[in-house]
């Protein structure tokens, strides 16, 4: 201001002298005080442009999570949920290792079995909240607990499958049938009445989808002594047995099923009729046959494959499948004992069929 007001009054000045400004701004006679302050002012700037990206990117991920969530709630009214089952579903969904979007909840039963799970994991629910579990599955259209399930866990069996039971360390086996499976607990309607007590360990046998057998123990909740109905608590322990080891084609062969006995060793009162052999393998075959047998009863098979009579084969039934068209009942059985002899048959003509493919009668 000095400067300029003596250029005003007409007076000589001399020029200014920078040298001051110059010798603080080179680097290598700078205190070490101008060069801490100016690098901290650096990384402060660096720091608030920082902080002003990452909370622009959470804001963009908040509003994109509250549009998924709308779209989701979108979805779930229209499927009838209310406002405390669209928050039992944001609970369950916050517990997924996936990053799969909120809707995908309500649209793929798979990823809702699988979140469901990890949620159940170490709860103690209770009554009501199983309760409006099953409600909230059936609003959303998933039927049953689909066998998309885990492997590991008997929600994965579906309503109406055909199991065997028997008690721990009993041998007698009984054929049931699942009538509804819960999510916390499934209801087995069994062919023939047991004496078995609330609490007890029950062995339970079932095929899932033709790719083995497996077993599980499961504990008896409740029986109701009028239908019968046996309530059971799910199991997360299975083990799987006896796979399927040998090479099965499909056939249509023609053979008597005889000397039939049941699980109990008893006489059937029908132990001979004709059947039709669908598929054949050297562990055993799946069959056509015109009255439905007991899973465990035993007997002989005799059938023609070409020109070769394969007699007195012995079987076990170890599941009943799908009725037939004609009004009939197919049987999956398996061989029991068979000698070498008629098994290598068996497998040279399984080999051949493979080869030529197509259905042998």
């Not at 998933?142 to 590991?152: A, M």
């Not at 059971?232 to 799987?240: A, I, Y």
């Not at 099965?248 to 001979?272: A, I, S, T």
């Not at 005799?302 to 799908?322: A, K, P, Q, W, Y």
Request: charged content about 25%; glycine content about 10%.
């Amino acid at each position: 201001m000095m400067h300029f007001a003596a250029i005003l009054a007409g007076t000589a000045v001399s020029a200014p002298d920078y040298s001051v400004f110059q010798r603080i701004m080179r680097v290598d006679e700078a205190s070490p005080a101008a060069v801490v302050g100016l690098g901290v002012a650096v990384l402060l700037l660096l720091l608030v442009v920082v902080a002003l990206e990452l909370w622009r990117q959470r804001r963009e991920l908040r509003e994109r999570v509250e549009q998924q969530w709308r779209v989701f709630e979108g979805l779930a009214s229209s499927r009838g949920l209310d406002e405390t089952d669209i928050a039992f579903l944001r609970e369950i969904h916050q517990g997924m290792d996936s990053l799969h979007s909120p809707d995908v909840l309500i649209r793929i039963p798979a990823v809702y079995d699988r979140a469901l799970e990890t949620w159940l994991s170490g709860r103690n629910l209770s009554t009501e909240d199983w309760g409006r579990l099953e409600r909230i599955r059936r609003l959303l259209g998933f039927k049953g607990l689909t066998g998309e399930t885990s492997l590991s866990h008997t929600r994965q069996m579906t309503d109406g499958q055909v199991v065997r039971l028997a008690p721990e360390g009993g041998d007698e086996w009984f054929s049931a049938r699942v009538i509804l499976n819960h999510e916390d607990r499934m209801e087995v309607l069994p062919d023939a009445p047991v004496r078995w007590s609330t609490g007890s360990e029950v062995r339970m046998a079932f095929s899932r989808q033709g790719d083995g057998e497996y077993k599980a123990h499961v504990g008896l909740i409740r029986r109701d002594p009028q239908s019968g109905t046996l309530v059971f608590g799910h199991s997360s322990k299975l083990s799987r047995q006896q796979l399927r080891m040998w090479v099965r084609v499909p056939v249509y062969l023609e053979g008597e099923m005889r000397d039939l006995v049941g699980p109990d060793g008893r006489e059937l009162e029908q132990r001979d009729f004709s059947v039709h052999l669908l598929d054949l393998s050297g562990g055993g075959t799946m069959a056509a046959i015109p009255v439905e047998l007991p899973v465990e009863c035993r007997g002989v098979l005799d059938f023609r494959i070409g020109d070769t009579m394969v007699e007195g084969v012995r079987f076990i039934l170890l599941r009943n499948g799908r009725p037939t068209k004609d009004g009939g009942h197919t049987c999956h059985l398996c061989w029991d004992g068979i000698e070498i002899p008629a098994q290598e048959r068996i497998m040279r003509f399984v080999f051949e069929r493979q080869r030529m493919g197509g259905t042998s009668r």
